[in-house]
């Protein structure tokens, strides 16, 4: 199945022209990637995904555990969290080739009400994250997903059925019970899910953590340990890179000066948005932007070329 798989997605890349980087579908939430060289950190807030590498290697950091997935394995991520990932093993002979789904919250809920037996969440409240293999029910899935992106009619018939059957193998095969953790509507996990949502949504505010502790129905102290425990880093230091990722957004697709970023997400003095930049990115706002403005560019002449 992982050379089914390989070839299907290999087979994508280049009826949309070839080369290397990253490869939208037209099925909301599902990227490929391929690069030819091994990339550096990058950071950005993670979504509920499921991240699957078919060659090469890839690292996430989260905090400080360091978590390393290859060929015919996946990354679950099953909260919105910060971490910055790299490509660290890729070659144009063997180029690094994966693909991001994103996970439907809602319908990950509802297969696991449909479960005869629901899976063990695991006692504690580790970090929503691991690596697992890549079996063949799941391979088959993603095969059934690439094929499907190259049929636009037949996306809104089975795509929905696809991400179902998807759910259906994370939530029953061996870390089902930390998946079901962000599924289960009372649990801590999705009560400081809550307050992440709430949080994204209202990040250019000025937000206290009893506020957010309201939102999740949890005590401020609580509160506090599990956001902390569960994503890495703290409420205030979660809304910094929020602010500081949107910033970047607002540069690079909007044409937004340094000064106009800072003060739409929320900061008084374009210096210290200038220094939180650049400690976060370790490039300050300006490159930055115009090093992301080039890539694009390079994307856009190759999906042009491809057209």
Not at 94 to 106: C, K, Q, R
Not at 262 to 288: H, I, L, N, T
Request: hydrophobic share 40%.
């Amino acid at each position: 199945m992982s050379s089914a798989l390989l070839a299907e997605v290999t087979g994508y890349i280049e009826s949309q022209g070839g080369g290397e980087g990253l490869f939208p579908t037209q099925l909301g939430g599902v990227n490929i990637l391929r690069s030819f060289q091994e990339r550096m950190p990058m950071r950005q807030i993670y979504r509920p995904s499921l991240c699957v590498v078919i060659e090469g290697a890839k690292e996430i950091l989260f905090g400080e555990d360091r978590l390393r997935y290859g060929s015919m394995q996946c990354l679950v991520v099953s909260m919105e969290m910060p971490a910055s990932g790299r490509i660290v093993q890729a070659s144009p002979e063997v180029p690094y080739l994966g693909v991001t789904i994103d996970l439907d919250v809602a319908m990950l809920r509802e297969v696991l009400e449909q479960l005869d037996t629901s899976p063990v969440a695991p006692a504690g409240h580790g970090r929503c994250v691991f690596v697992a293999q890549v079996d063949e029910p799941l391979a088959e899935c993603i095969v059934r997903l690439i094929r499907m992106a190259q049929t636009p009619k037949a996306i809104p018939i089975l795509y929905p059925s696809v991400m179902r059957e998807i759910c259906y193998w994370l939530l029953t095969g061996p870390n089902g019970g930390e998946l079901c953790h962000l599924a289960l509507p009372e649990s801590n996990t999705m009560r400081v899910a809550k307050a992440i949502y709430f949080l994204r949504d209202n990040f250019a505010k000025t937000l206290r953590v009893e506020q957010l502790a309201e939102v999740a129905r949890m005590s401020p102290s609580s509160f506090h340990q599990h956001f902390k425990v569960l994503t890495s880093v703290t409420p205030l230091q979660f809304q910094k890179q929020l602010r500081l990722l949107e910033a970047r957004r607002l540069m690079v697709a909007e044409a937004a000066s340094v000064e106009q970023a800072a003060y739409q997400v929320g900061y008084e003095s374009p210096s210290q948005f200038s220094r939180e930049y650049s400690r976060m990115f370790a490039v300050a706002p300006k490159q930055d932007a115009l090093n992301h403005q080039r890539m694009y560019s390079q994307y856009a002449s190759r999906k042009a070329r491809s057209a």
